[in-house]
């Protein structure tokens, strides 16, 4: 069936069933490698995209949902302005350890910081509620969003 | 018969419910976990499905004098960010699973999924909500509570598709939602309960208590309720081991991997009691 979608800016339609998942889509019909699969049941968040501006899971959403959207994955938000200044605070306050659950953490930040201009930490521990982190405890992350959105504001 | 189907309005999505078996799907937060296969393998459904993200009629939120109408399409999102949503159903939704999960779950899928813990639900039925339900013979009503027979199981027929949730405008003293679960968004709950209550002159006027999770479906009774109403505060403390028996009868939980069943009982009886002598005799 064809499906048509706005991938990373661009316009694309693929002739795929509308069963498959959206992650394996992307894998291996686009190539899109920086997605990764972790629990594969919404749980763990390493699979998070964009989905019209909202961070959604990617291993739960059947191509055929994604018909007439707008489709972000880290590939362009890479080439974000936030992304520069997510990676920076990220480093600086250690929230990045084994960096298994980074991808997910950082499209997760990008949709937060799209949304509020200056979100409370309430909100910041909300944003990231669908991505789970083995090695930081949180703190580290949640210490990092903060400093990029006050960061953000300094310009 | 085609893969699935796209409708870009709701009248062409129940053309396709009145011509074929077709398994309607809107934010597939639960399907896709019910037909999820190992190894990155499609998930298998056993009919086409019918994606109804693109309808525009599913989708609105409308205040009116005597009632409050969310389309099955709203997403569990919208519920938190959007205006006007009923205060008590807009805190039980911040305690359902995730922010990536609820960006496109639907309330209208947590209905039809009918699940026992479906955290929506003891809402629903407290405020005794009624959903439309719509094919192209017509539309009708039902209140949640016929709407849903059985775990799993509702009233929807093979052509319908529910279509709005209606939910009777009446403002509460008291609002009261408690979710005790493993985790406190992601895991489905163990128990999930909604109160509603009202004084007139030092009497309680109106009392609505509804359990989740702990019975195939969700559990009110109004025999409880009618002990209590019409009564003062100090009156309705005498009267608490008599509720606590009515609901301790309807309780009846399925024992899954969870929680055991005897545990959800015990806490579900406790959660009852507290919410009328906390909450219901403060209000008051
Ligand atoms: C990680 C995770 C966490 C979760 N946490 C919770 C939680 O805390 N509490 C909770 O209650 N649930 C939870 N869920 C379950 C699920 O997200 C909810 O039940 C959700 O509201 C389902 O909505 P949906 O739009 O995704 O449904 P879908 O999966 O699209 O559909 C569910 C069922 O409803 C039917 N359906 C949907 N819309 C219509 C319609 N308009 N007309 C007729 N039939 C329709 C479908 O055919 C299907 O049978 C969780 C799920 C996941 C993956
Ligand atoms: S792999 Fe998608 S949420 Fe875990
Ligand atoms: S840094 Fe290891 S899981 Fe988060």
């Known amino acids: 069936m064809k499906i048509e979608f706005t991938l990373n800016g661009k316009p694309v339609d693929v002739d795929l069933s509308p069963n498959l998942r959206l992650i394996d889509v992307l894998r291996e019909h686009f190539g899109l490698r920086s997605l990764k699969e972790g629990c594969g049941e919404g749980e763990c968040g390493v699979c998070t995209i964009l989905m019209d501006d909202r961070a959604v899971t990617s291993c739960i959403i059947p191509l055929g949902m994604v018909q007439g959207r707008k489709i972000e994955t880290l590939e362009s938000i890479r080439e974000t302005h936030n992304f520069k200044i997510i990676r920076k605070a990220f480093e600086k306050t250690g929230a990045v350890q084994c960096g298994f659950c980074t991808p997910g953490m950082v499209v997760a930040t990008e949709a937060l910081m799209r949304k509020r201009n200056k979100p409370t930490r309430k909100e910041i521990i909300e944003a990231i509620s669908g991505n789970l982190c083995r090695c930081t405890g949180y703190h580290m992350i949640i210490e990092g969003i903060e400093e990029a959105v006050q960061k953000r504001e300094g310009i | ?284």
């Open chain 2, 1 to 284: 018969m085609k893969e699935a189907y796209l409708p870009e309005t709701l009248q062409e999505a129940l053309q396709v419910r009145k011509d074929q078996k077709v398994l309607p799907i809107a934010g597939g937060t639960d399907l896709m976990i019910q037909h999820r296969r190992e190894g990155g393998v499609a998930p298998a459904f056993e009919y086409p499905l019918l994606f109804l993200h693109k309808l525009k009629e599913l989708k609105k939120i409308e205040q009116h004098t005597d009632q409050i109408i969310i389309g099955a399409g709203v997403l569990l999102s919208q519920l938190i960010e959007e205006q006007p949503v009923p205060e008590l159903l807009r805190k039980t939704v911040r305690q359902m699973a995730a922010v990536t999960t609820r960006n496109v779950a639907t309330i209208g899928g947590n209905i039809c999924n009918a699940s026992p813990a479906g955290d929506t639900l003891p809402f629903l039925y407290a405020t005794e909500a009624v959903v439309l339900l719509q094919s192209l013979e017509g539309s009708r009503h039902l209140l949640i509570q016929d709407f849903i027979t059985g775990p799993g199981k509702t009233a929807l027929k093979e052509d319908e598709l529910l279509v709005e949730i209606r939910i009777p405008y009446k403002e509460f003293k008291v609002a009261y939602y408690r979710k005790v679960g493993t985790r406190k968004a992601l895991a489905l709950s163990k128990i999930s309960f909604a109160g509603l209550a009202n004084f007139e002159n030092g009497y309680l006027s109106d009392l609505r208590m509804a359990v989740g999770a702990v019975a195939p479906t969700v559990v009110r009774s109004r025999e409880a309720e009618k002990q209590l109403i019409g009564l003062t505060v100090e009156e309705m403390k005498g009267k608490m081991q008599f509720v606590r028996e009515i609901y301790s009868e309807l309780i009846k939980p399925i024992d899954d991997a969870r929680s055991t069943a005897g545990y959800r009982k015990a806490v579900s009886l406790d959660l009852l009691e507290w919410f009328v002598r906390e909450e219901v005799c403060r209000g008051g």
